[in-house]
């Protein structure tokens, strides 16, 4: 019983760090403001709950996707490795897949 709870608490401490983690040491020269894209259907824009979108994550996204760079270029370009490069076009994708599926708006904001 007392494993459990440290079992816990090191998890909670864990995800707390891999947060910060996420948002650190990436170089990202896309966007400095925020920037909004809200969806149109018809004449009616809808406002549902806004998806987050970071910058690196979206900088990672247009140097693969819309540059057609390698993942490896990508990677040196921002400063990061390509496992990191990776995590960050999954999440990138994930959410803006989400964000046109479910008619959302969706948030670049700056890191």
């Given at each position: 019983?007392?494993?459990?709870?440290?079992?816990?608490?090191?998890?909670?401490?864990?995800?707390?760090?891999?947060?910060?983690?996420?948002?650190?040491?990436?170089l990202?020269?896309?966007?400095?403001?925020?920037?909004?894209?809200i969806?149109?259907?018809?004449?009616?824009?809808?406002?549902?709950?806004?998806?987050?979108?970071?910058?690196?994550?979206?900088?990672?996204?247009?140097?693969?996707?819309?540059?057609?760079?390698?993942?490896?270029?990508?990677?040196?370009?921002?400063?990061?490795?390509?496992?990191?490069?990776?995590?960050?076009?999954?999440?990138?994708?994930?959410?803006?897949?989400?964000?046109?599926?479910?008619?959302?708006?969706?948030?670049i904001?700056?890191?």
């Open positions: 019983m007392g494993h459990r709870g440290k079992r816990h608490r090191w998890g909670h401490r864990w995800k707390c760090l891999r947060e910060v983690w996420e948002r650190i040491g990436r990202a020269p896309g966007p400095l403001n925020a920037k909004i894209f969806p149109v259907i018809g004449s009616e824009s809808l406002c549902n709950e806004p998806i987050i979108i970071y910058s690196d994550e979206f900088e990672a996204y247009k140097l693969v996707y819309l540059e057609g760079r390698t993942q490896e270029e990508a990677a040196a370009i921002m400063g990061v490795s390509r496992g990191s490069l990776w995590r960050l076009l999954y999440s990138a994708r994930r959410k803006i897949g989400l964000a046109i599926l479910e008619s959302r708006p969706f948030v904001v700056p890191v």
